[in-house]
Every structure is written in structure tokens, then in C-alpha cells.
């Protein structure tokens, strides 16, 4: 089994969290709401965000890009979960303690897991994600029971399939969506998969959370990585709950899940909508509303995959052109059928 990099996944709302007692809508297991209060997280230090990056949350899912069996590779997402006679177990400790991921750790309750016998088994090939709390060689779950972490895509797995149409493995590519560096405008582009070892990303698409960017169609689905981070944000308003909601509801700009902060530190926070108690998905969102080209770098690679069609090959045929919208990415597509 080969070591990753330390990929942290655990990112933490920028403001103190207030719980509600009711059942949480992101959550069927949760039976409270995590809400956003008036105060700063108070893990948040002194200068801390002084000089963040900060940048748009995407709803996909989080893929890692690193190596396997020597190669560059695109790892899915996988929490280790509890099994069903330790989920009722947790269950009933959740239902009896209310805390978040804000909570004092020494005002926690725990929850005595048994590691070894409390889970549902990952295969061979699973790795738990950075930042996972190891103790006596086993990575520990979180405050909701779960333990982050990855698997490499395998054509065998039904649910990597739509992974797969992002990445040709044997050539080492990928489709990445990018802001161009000259003029700030969206760029779909194929890049080697080895200029992203060790980075994180979005997988977005047709067949992705309900595809909220409306990308693609059933004829011609589109799947994009998007590297965290690379998608930022600028006027935004004080970091103030208030105008932050308002900002959320009544600007163009503000029509998108979430805000994350990369501080200097290597800590991230975020906001998203749930936190505000807002709605998500919302119509005309700000990344789909983006003019977008398609990189010529598309013809620079001999596809594995010979006659069969692919998303690369669809992208290598309107090399070049642009799109006003990048919802109306399929209109360039269907042109070409």
C-alpha cells in the first residue's frame, strides 16, 4: 500500500456553531441543525486569516489525484461508516448528546467505538484521509462517526464510473476546469495527471449531486475536476454573519454553495448556505453563468481508448471554441453529433 500525502479533509465553519433541535436536512443520522452564529469560530487565531485565499465551494465530490502502483491516479472518496448494530449504538448517543465540531474537546462525551468490530469493511486498497486521528495504528472516526478517506477508481466499481469519464488512466490526463490566468474567464482543459499529485478536487457533472450546474446532457454528459481552491472569490463583505447571509441572497455573485478560506496556517473554513439556513441549489448560479473555452490541449494526446467515444475526443473536436455560458457547454457538443 503506497503512503499519501497528508491530504487534510476536516475543514471547519468560520463561525461559532449554534445547534437547533431538530432533525438536520443534510443529514438523515443527525437529529439536530448546525447553524451559523454571530460569532467568529473560536478556533480561529489572531491574524489567522490574514492573507487567506479565498474561494468558491463546489457541490460534487471530493476526489485526491495520487499515485498507485507507481502511476498517477484519481482516488474517490470513501468514509469509512459504522456497521448496523454500532450506527443504532451511535445513534442513540447522539440523540442523548449534542455537540459539533466547535465543542470544547474536553467537554465531549465520547463514544467508545471498537474499531476492529464496530465498522463496515473498506477494501484492502482504502486509506484514511489527513488529518484522521490514528491511535494504536487505527484511524478513529469523527464527531459523526465517520472516518475520511479514499480508494483508488476502479473500472470495477459501478460508482466510479462517472470518475472514470474525467481522467484516461492509461495516458495519464485529465479534464480539469480552470480560470484562465490572463483573463479570469473559465477553461476546460486536458492536463497531465502528474502536475496534480498530491492536490484535492471537485468532481462536477451530469451525473453528479443532481448536477446543480446544469453541465451536460444524458447524450453528451459532462464531468469536470475542479482543483480546490483554484476558483476565487473577490468583494466580498465584512466577515459578518448578517452581510454575509444578505450578501448570499441579493448578489450576482453570490449565487453559489459556499465560501472556503485557505489560510497561511494550512487550516481551512468554510460557510455554505445550510449554515445560513438558505436554500441550495438556486437558479442561474455564478459558475454557470461563465463564459468558457475549450483548450486546444486536447489534441496534444493519443486517447487509450482507440474509436471509442469519450469525453477527451468530444473535447478535441471544438478545440478552441467558446461558450457564453458554461451551462450551454452541450450546445458546442450536439454540433458536432
Known amino acids: 500500500m503506497e503512503k499519501l500525502l497528508p491530504v487534510q479533509h476536516k475543514i471547519s465553519c468560520i463561525f461559532e456553531i449554534c445547534v437547533q ?29 490574514n492573507g487567506a485565499l479565498i474561494t468558491e465551494k463546489l457541490d460534487g465530490t471530493c476526489v485526491l489525484i495520487q499515485q498507485y502502483e507507481g502511476k ?75 472516518t475520511p478517506g479514499w480508494v483508488p477508481v476502479d473500472v470495477k466499481f459501478r460508482q466510479h464510473c462517472w470518475h472514470l469519464t474525467s481522467v484516461d488512466l492509461q495516458t495519464g490526463i485529465a479534464v480539469v476546469l480552470r480560470e484562465s490566468e490572463s483573463s479570469g474567464e473559465l477553461v476546460i482543459d486536458c492536463v497531465p495527471l502528474k502536475t496534480l499529485e498530491g492536490k484535492t478536487a471537485e468532481l462536477i457533472g451530469t451525473m453528479i449531486n443532481g448536477n446543480p450546474y446544469k453541465l451536460g446532457t444524458k447524450q453528451f454528459p459532462v464531468h469536470l475536476l475542479v482543483v480546490h481552491g483554484s476558483l476565487r472569490l473577490e468583494g466580498l463583505p465584512q466577515l459578518d454573519r448578517r452581510e454575509l447571509e444578505e450578501w448570499f441572497q441579493c448578489n450576482e455573485n453570490g449565487k453559489i454553495e459556499g465560501i472556503v478560506w485557505h489560510c497561511l496556517s494550512g487550516s481551512l473554513y468554510k460557510l455554505h448556505r445550510n449554515h445560513l439556513g438558505l436554500n441550495w441549489p438556486v437558479d442561474n448560479l455564478l459558475l454557470s453563468q461563465k463564459p468558457v473555452t475549450i483548450s486546444n490541449n486536447f489534441n496534444q494526446y493519443e486517447l487509450s481508448d482507440g474509436d471509442k467515444k469519450s469525453q477527451f475526443q468530444y473535447f478535441a473536436s471544438i478545440c478552441g471554441k467558446r461558450c457564453g455560458k458554461l451551462e450551454n457547454i452541450h450546445s458546442l457538443l450536439q454540433d458536432i453529433s
Request: no cysteine; hydrophobic share 30%; glycine share 6%.
Open 72 to 146: 498517477p491516479w484519481l482516488w474517490a472518496r470513501l468514509d469509512r461508516k459504522p456497521n448496523k448494530n454500532a450506527d443504532k449504538r451511535f445513534k442513540k448517543f447522539q440523540s442523548q448528546h449534542q455537540f459539533t465540531e466547535n465543542t470544547v474537546e474536553e467537554d465531549k462525551p465520547r463514544f467508545n467505538w471498537n474499531v476492529s468490530k464496530d465498522f463496515k469493511e473498506v477494501p484492502d486498497n482504502w486509506i484514511p484521509a489527513g488529518g484522521v486521528e490514528i491511535k494504536d495504528g487505527e484511524a478513529l472516526p469523527d464527531h459523526i462517526g465517520h
Open 21 to 49: 433541535n431538530e432533525p438536520s436536512e443534510k443529514r438523515s443520522h443527525q437529529p439536530y441543525k448546525v447553524l451559523a452564529g454571530d460569532k467568529l469560530n473560536p478556533k480561529l487565531k489572531d491574524g489567522e486569516l
